[in-house]
């Protein structure tokens, strides 16, 4: 047999599948190996709930709940919404792709925006769509430049509302126009994976649009401000024909035993959430307020309403040379060269000593660049 025979002859992945750039996580080893404080995967710095921790230890070793019933009951509770209209996921991830593979495939358009969460790519290709990146105003969501690209064939439009790795926010007014203006059978998923950190009278309205809406899918997600990133959870509320679809091909058993435990004791320590959240809005102006007193050696801090902020290098210290300076003093921070931002680096906030060191280390390498 020749080569072109065998190849021929091992099983072809779609072409589709072939296209897509795999997830790219961050690191969290220094190159000789040693630990390094990780502030890349926007994680909580004051870890999780005690009382999920307790919740851990008790939770059954057979298969879940594949209705996650009881945690879709507190969650219901909590924010005042019927349990029907909510769906888990292993984290948010599964929702977003089961969002793109529900109601897109080949030949049909999903968009989202330039330096949106790097998921939606994958989340359109993967089910054969056409990914459309409608271009950013300053890093931030362009409305407008979103609607222009909006055509007979788009099925999902994307919005990450806090963004990541932008931490821009769309206020109430403009999600609602996004909403008032997308034809009724686009499906409107809006990514509140740190809504948590929003303040509540900045709330976008996503859920009430999800409640009044037929087109309105809101994600949310234990991993970022309940700490919870290593059990996988993530929860989705929309109409009860949007749930009764992800329901159809979510994984069956898609929440461990364990999740659902942690994350439902997770729910009945709202004061811990509020401490994480209090911390980070603390600690983030405390850190931007350090970046902009850089701003003569171009360093500029992209203004965030999440748990990180962007940093960009407009002057001589470059971002992959402050990447690797970071390192060198046990930080790793995430830098984002694939994502279209290689001037750019998204720093989680942590411990406010970590994050002292980690400007004075800026101020230092931006002064030696000059
Ligand atoms: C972290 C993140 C998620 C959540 O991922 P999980 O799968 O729930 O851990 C979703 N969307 C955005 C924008 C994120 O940054």
């Not at 851990?56 to 969650?75: F, G, H, I, T, V």
């Not at 409305?143 to 994307?158: G, H, I, N, P, S």
Request: net charge negative; with cysteine; aromatic share 6%.
């Amino acid at each position: 047999m020749t080569e072109t025979e065998i190849r021929n002859r091992s099983p072809q992945p779609k072409p589709w599948i072939e296209a897509i750039h795999a997830y790219v996580p961050g690191k969290s080893a220094g190159k000789d190996g040693r630990p390094l404080i990780k502030l890349s995967a926007n994680e909580n710095p004051l870890g999780t709930s005690e009382l999920a921790l307790a919740a851990r230890a008790q939770a059954p070793a057979l298969y879940p709940d594949p209705d996650s019933k009881a945690l879709r009951a507190r969650l219901g509770e909590l924010h005042g919404i019927d349990p029907a209209r909510i769906v888990m996921g292993t984290g948010s991830d599964e929702l977003l792709n089961l969002a793109a593979q529900g109601y897109a495939g080949p030949g049909d358009e999903v968009i989202y925006v330039r330096y949106g969460f790097s998921v939606y790519d994958i989340a359109a290709r993967r089910c054969g769509a056409t990914p459309v990146v409608a271009p950013d105003a300053d890093y931030g969501t362009d409305v407008d430049a979103l609607l222009a690209l909006v055509t007979e064939k788009t099925r999902v439009v994307f919005i990450a509302n806090p963004n990541n790795p932008t931490g821009s926010f769309l206020p109430r007014g403009d999600i609602a126009r996004l909403h008032a203006a997308l034809p009724a059978d686009v499906l409107l998923v809006i990514d509140q994976a740190y809504g948590e950190y929003v303040a509540a009278e900045d709330d976008d309205g996503g859920m009430a649009l999800a409640e009044t809406h037929e087109n309105v899918l809101v994600t949310r997600t234990f991993s970022k401000i309940f700490g919870l990133a290593g059990e996988r959870i993530g929860w989705g509320t929309g109409a009860p024909g949007i749930i009764a679809t992800l329901n159809r091909i979510r994984g069956p058993f898609n929440v461990s035993s364990t999740g659902q435990a942690m994350a439902k004791a997770a729910l009945d320590d709202m004061a811990f959430v509020e401490r994480a959240r209090v911390h980070n809005r603390d600690e983030r102006t405390r850190f931007v307020e350090q970046i902009e007193a850089m701003g003569n050696h171009g360093l500029r801090a992209l203004p965030s309403q999440a748990n990180f902020v962007l940093i960009l290098f407009e002057g001589a210290l470059r971002a992959e040379t402050a990447f690797e300076g970071l390192a060198e003093r046990g930080y790793i921070v995430r830098w984002l060269p694939n994502q279209g931002l290689p001037h750019g680096l998204r720093i989680t906030i942590g411990h406010p000593h970590d994050m002292d060191a980690i400007a004075a280390a800026l101020r230092e390498m931006a002064e030696a660049a000059r």
